[in-house]
């Protein structure tokens, strides 16, 4: 490199390769580095282990055009000509949250999953009474959310909740049970109030005795 000559090619030279001093000699990028005099050897061996080296199945294609006035336009292109891996679907989703509650009160559920990739995902919400929250997000792999709803009726419902990555590979259905119990009438208030009446019925017809 001209380091003497281009104050980039010195800065690359410096902070690229850390240059150790001179002479120094750099072999596929910096992979292999020889520092001072070196014999044959040496350099022969630095040359064979970089040849060893995994090489990517890449087709590399460089184009250079002049346009003049000393402008010249450069184009490269790459393409990967391997296999890549097949995208795993995120995890199913862990549920928390409470089993029941009152109608008309807002309830928080703890959604978290995560993703084999690392990607971000989104989450779709079925609340179990015909309503859902879409695809939202994105949220980060094993990002934890919060979602609160609100059922009005009281009936016995099925959460479910399932995830995908940016690539649409979806995970499998999580649940959760949420229960809005049916109104039960207090016997004893019942039984209590029967009591009262009947008594006051009694004290009536005490009364008409009475006045007999």
């Given at each position: ?20 001093g001179?002479?120094?000699?750099f ?35 460089v ?20 296999e ?10 862990n549920i ?8 008309k ?8 999953a ?69 109104f ?11 009591i ?12 008409l005795e009475?006045?007999?």
């Amino acid at each position: 490199m001209v380091a003497d000559q281009s104050d980039t090619a010195y800065s690359r030279l410096i902070n690229d390769f850390n240059l150790y001093g001179y002479p120094t000699c750099f072999f596929d990028g910096g992979y292999k580095v020889l520092v001072g005099s070196q014999g044959e050897t040496s350099i022969k061996n630095s040359v064979l282990q970089c040849g060893q080296r995994d090489v990517h199945n890449l087709n590399l294609s460089v184009s250079a055009d002049w346009v003049g006035n000393g402008i010249i336009n450069i184009s490269v292109s790459i393409t990967n000509n391997e296999e890549m891996p097949n995208n795993l679907p995120p995890t199913t989703p862990n549920i928390e949250g409470p089993t029941k509650g009152k109608i008309k009160e807002e309830q928080q559920f703890t959604f978290v999953a995560s993703d084999p990739e690392g990607q971000k995902i989104y989450y779709f919400i079925d609340w179990g009474d015909e309503t859902n929250t879409g695809w939202i997000g994105p949220y980060y792999s094993g990002e934890e959310i919060n979602i609160n709803h609100t059922w009005t009726t009281r009936d016995t419902f099925i959460i479910k909740a399932k995830v995908k990555d940016p690539d649409g590979a979806e995970s499998e259905w999580a649940t959760l049970e949420f229960k809005t119990p049916r109104f039960k009438p207090n016997t004893n208030m019942i039984f209590r109030s029967i009591i009262e009446k009947l008594n006051l019925f009694n004290n009536f017809l005490g009364k008409l005795e009475f006045l007999k």
